[in-house]
C-alpha cells in the first residue's frame, strides 16, 4: 500500500482525543454542508425553518446520547463558552464566600477561565494538585478537598493528557453528600465510554462533538439539569433566549423555561449542519464493538510500550483508562522529533510536553499497531 493511502484509509491514526474519524467523513461532511448552502441562498421564506430544524436536530441527538430530558440541552461553540455561561447564571449564594473545586489535571481552558472569574464572582478557585512525579490527580485527593464549602466542583471525566477515568459515581456521590453543585466535562469521554447525565445524576454537563464523536469544531453543547435550570440566570441572553423569540417588547424580557435560556443572539448553525453526519453515524454503531476495538488496540500500545521500555503516562487498568495511552519520554529526549518520525510512517499522534498521546479509533487497524511498533522500537 502507499504512503498516501496508507494516510487516507486512517489505519495509523491516533488522533481520536483530538479530532476523531469515521469511513465516509468527507463526503458526507461535504454533502450536509452543500445542503446547508442550497438551503440558506433558496430565494424562498423557509430558510430559518430549515436552518433551526437543523440545531434541533443536532440538540436531539445529543440528548439522547448522553440520555438528557428533553429541553435541559442546548448549543455552545465549546466547552469553555458553555461553562461562563453556566457560572455567570447561577445564584450568587452557590459561589460567593465558598469554594469552585476542581482537579490540576482538566483541560487548561476551564482552569484559565474559572481563574478569571473568581474575584468576580466573590468564590475561591481551589485546585488539587497532581501527586510529584505523577500523572493524574487521585480520586482520593479530589474527595479530600470536597468539604462543605465547595458549592460548585467541575469534574473531568477523562483527562486529556493522562486520560485518567475517574470513578464518577464515587464523586458524585460525595458531592451530594456536602451540598455542591456538580458537573462533568465529558468531552474526552462522550462517544467511546458509557456516559448518561441520569446515571448518576449530574447538575450540568459540557462538552464538544469532536474526538471520539468524530464532528466538527464550534458544536458545542451545554445540558443543565433540573431544579437547577429553573433557578439560572444567564447573564448573556438575547432575543433566542426568550420564550417567544419574537417577543420585542424592550421592557418585557422574559427567559425561556427550558434550556434555550442559556441561548442569546442569533445561534451558529453551520457547526450543526457539519457535526450531524457524525452524530448520525455513531448513533448506527454498536457503541460496546467500538470501545471492545479501542481497549483491543490500547492493550497492544500498553505491552509495545513495556516491551521497548517507555513509560507509561495512562493508568495501567483499563477500567481507570479512557480511550487514549499516554507514553512518557524522558527529559533528554525530543517529543516534536519522535511525533515527526511517526508521521514519516503515516503514524499520526501529538504530544503535550513530554507526554506522547496515542488514541487508537474506529479507523485504526493491527496493521497501523504494527507500524506503531516498529517506529517505537527504533526511537
Not at 99 to 126: K, N, T
Request: hydrophobic share 40%; charged share 20%.
Amino acid at each position: 500500500m502507499s504512503a498516501q493511502n496508507k494516510a487516507m484509509d486512517g489505519s495509523g491514526y491516533f488522533l481520536y482525543h483530538s479530532i476523531g474519524m469515521y469511513p465516509g467523513k468527507a463526503v458526507e461532511m461535504a454533502e450536509a454542508l452543500s445542503d446547508f448552502s442550497t438551503g440558506w441562498a433558496r430565494c424562498d421564506n423557509e430558510q430559518w425553518v430549515r436552518a433551526l430544524g437543523v440545531r434541533q436536530e443536532f440538540i436531539d441527538r445529543w440528548s439522547t446520547l448522553i440520555g438528557a430530558p428533553a429541553g435541559t440541552l442546548t448549543t455552545s461553540e465549546n466547552v469553555t463558552t458553555a461553562l461562563n455561561s453556566l457560572i455567570g447564571a447561577l445564584p450568587a449564594e452557590r459561589l460567593r464566600g465558598r469554594r469552585l473545586l476542581i482537579a490540576g489535571d482538566c483541560f487548561p481552558s476551564m482552569h484559565f477561565l474559572l481563574s478569571g472569574l473568581s474575584e468576580r464572582y466573590g468564590f475561591v478557585l481551589d485546585t488539587v494538585p497532581v501527586r510529584p512525579g505523577e500523572h493524574w490527580v487521585r480520586d482520593d485527593d479530589v474527595i479530600e478537598a470536597w468539604t462543605d464549602d465547595v458549592g460548585v466542583c467541575l469534574i473531568t471525566y477523562v483527562t486529556s493528557t493522562a486520560s485518567h477515568r475517574c470513578d464518577l459515581g464515587r464523586l458524585v456521590a460525595h458531592g451530594r453528600k456536602r451540598g455542591s453543585l456538580i458537573g462533568v466535562d465529558v468531552t474526552q469521554a462522550v462517544g467511546l465510554l458509557p456516559f448518561d447525565v441520569m446515571r448518576p445524576a449530574v447538575d450540568f454537563t459540557i462538552s464538544t462533538s469532536l474526538k471520539w464523536l468524530c464532528a466538527t469544531p464550534g458544536a458545542g453543547i451545554l445540558h443543565v439539569a433540573e431544579p437547577l435550570l429553573a433557578v439560572c440566570r444567564p447573564e448573556l441572553r438575547g432575543w433566542f433566549s426568550q420564550g417567544n423569540i419574537f417577543s420585542w417588547d424592550l421592557d418585557r424580557f422574559s427567559y425561556a423555561r427550558d434550556a434555550r435560556r442559556f441561548d442569546n443572539g442569533t445561534p451558529s448553525i453551520i457547526a450543526c449542519a457539519g457535526s450531524l453526519p457524525a452524530l448520525k453515524w455513531h448513533a448506527r454503531q454498536d457503541t460496546s464493538a467500538l470501545l471492545t476495538h479501542n481497549r483491543k488496540l490500547s492493550r497492544m500500545i500498553v505491552e509495545i510500550a513495556q516491551e521497548f521500555g517507555f513509560s507509561l503516562a495512562s493508568p495501567l487498568d483499563e477500567a481507570e483508562r479512557g480511550g487514549s495511552v499516554m507514553l512518557a519520554l524522558p527529559e533528554d529526549r525530543d517529543a516534536v522529533e519522535l511525533v515527526a518520525r511517526l508521521a514519516q510512517a503515516d503514524l499520526y499522534a501529538d504530544h503535550r510536553g513530554q507526554i506522547i498521546r496515542l488514541s487508537p479509533g474506529f479507523m485504526t487497524t493491527d496493521e497501523g499497531i504494527g507500524r506503531l511498533a516498529d517506529v517505537l522500537k527504533t526511537a
